[in-house]
């Protein structure tokens, strides 16, 4: 980059600035650092992925290939957005309350229709 002259207009871009006490300053940033995390936050309380759904129904007592197929069976159902391990439960509630063993019957093919409507209806 021969001949190039960065054009320093640094002094343009802080008039904004001129004036505000430190306090100002403070609080100016602390603004725009909520300004970037903020979407940050909103998707990662909206969003989930297939690896964090598995992780979650690892720690409920699953073995990764049971995880794994309960993931797959949620994506396939068009339910990833609501958790793998909230419609284990509410499967588990139709029951007598054993979480593998609902997890279980959901990898046979139980409890889908029932755990969706509820899903969708906004059960928790």
């Known amino acids: 980059m021969k001949g190039f002259q960065r054009e320093d207009d640094f002094l ?12 100002e300053l403070k609080k ?4 725009k650092i909520d300004q970037i995390v903020q979407p940050l936050l ?6 989930t992925s297939p690896s964090i759904e598995r992780s979650v129904l690892l720690r409920m007592g699953f073995s990764s290939i ?6 797959d ?4 159902q068009g339910l990833m957005g609501y958790g793998a391990g909230h419609a284990v439960y509410l499967a588990a509630k139709q029951t ?3 979480i593998r063993q609902a997890g279980l019957d959901m990898l046979d093919g139980k409890y889908w229709d029932e ?6 209806g ?3």
């Open 28 to 31: 100016l940033f602390w603004d």
């Open 115 to 120: 755990v969706a409507e509820q899903l969708k």
């Open 12 to 23: 343009n871009r802080r008039k904004h600035l001129e004036g505000l006490s430190d306090e």
């Open 42 to 47: 909103k998707m990662a309380k909206e969003n």
């Open 66 to 71: 049971e995880a794994d197929g309960l993931v």
């Open 122 to 124: 906004g059960v928790k």
């Open 73 to 76: 069976q949620m994506i396939d």
């Open 96 to 98: 007598d309350g054993d």
